[in-house]
């Protein structure tokens, strides 16, 4: 079955960096776009960013454009966010998804989610 | 970015009643919509995409319509397990935006 484990979250000064993994087992890693999504404490849901499957095509929402790295390593079904420059308001749970989009229809499929890591950002 | 807005922000129901919840969009964004349902202390789960269409293990209780900008989420007979935050989400274009989620209590 579809599997995706988050780690590498826990607490960290605003300023500094944090690595976030994501593996993946279950599917045919290589050949699905990867989402990250974050819920703040209490808060709704929040894209963060995508990368593509053969990792050529990334986006980022604005809030951590320039400070947020999406990649990835088909070869170790692995998916990475690295977080610079931390802020305060960047806390938050950070899911790894699956997105099983058609590319006739242009669907996104959001189908498969992680199971979270939390990120917390405080002096 | 796309703005996601939803109402109401929270109601309150009993087992067997009909909900809707709507969503809009500051753009038309044709029928690219999903419908998410979250459970406290629990990753989201994929109710319904293409503004319409059932994800696969949904139950038939829930449906989705709309079109442009206006969208509407129904569960038909509110079960026990549908007491939850529900999120809707427009993938029409990046960024990606959410809806501020409406929750779903026990009256």
């Known amino acids: 079955q579809v599997q995706l484990v988050e780690s590498g979250g826990g607490v960290v000064q605003p300023g500094r960096s944090l690595r976030l993994s994501c593996a993946a087992s279950g599917f045919t890693f290589s050949t699905y776009d990867m989402h990250w999504v974050r819920q703040a404490p209490g808060k709704g849901l929040e894209w963060v960013a995508v990368?593509?499957?053969?990792?050529?095509?990334?986006y980022y929402a604005d809030s951590v454009k320039g400070r947020f790295t999406i990649s990835r390593d088909n070869s170790k079904n692995t998916v990475i966010l690295q977080m610079d420059t931390l802020r305060t308001d960047d806390t938050a749970v950070y899911f790894c998804?699956?997105?099983?989009?058609?590319?006739?229809?242009?669907?996104?499929?959001?189908?498969?989610w992680g199971q979270g890591a939390l990120a917390t950002v405080s002096s | 970015a796309i703005r996601m807005t939803q109402s109401p922000s929270s109601l309150s129901a009993s087992t067997g009643d009909r909900v809707t919840i709507t969503c809009r969009a500051s753009?038309?964004?044709?029928?690219?919509l999903a419908w998410f349902q979250q459970k406290p202390g629990k990753a989201p789960d994929l109710l319904i995409y293409a503004a319409s269409t059932l994800q696969s293990g949904v139950p038939s209780r829930f449906s989705g319509r709309g079109s442009g900008t206006d969208f509407t989420l129904t569960i038909s007979s509110l079960q026990s397990g549908d007491f939850a935050t529900y999120y809707c989400?427009?993938?029409?274009?990046?960024?990606?935006?959410f809806g501020p989620g409406t929750k779903v209590d026990i009256k």
């Open positions: 990368i593509s499957s053969d990792g050529n095509s990334k």
């Open positions: 753009q038309g964004i044709s029928t690219y």
């Open positions: 998804v699956r997105d099983d989009h058609d590319d006739i229809w242009g669907n996104y499929r959001f189908d498969s």
């Open positions: 989400q427009q993938y029409y274009t990046y960024p990606f935006t």
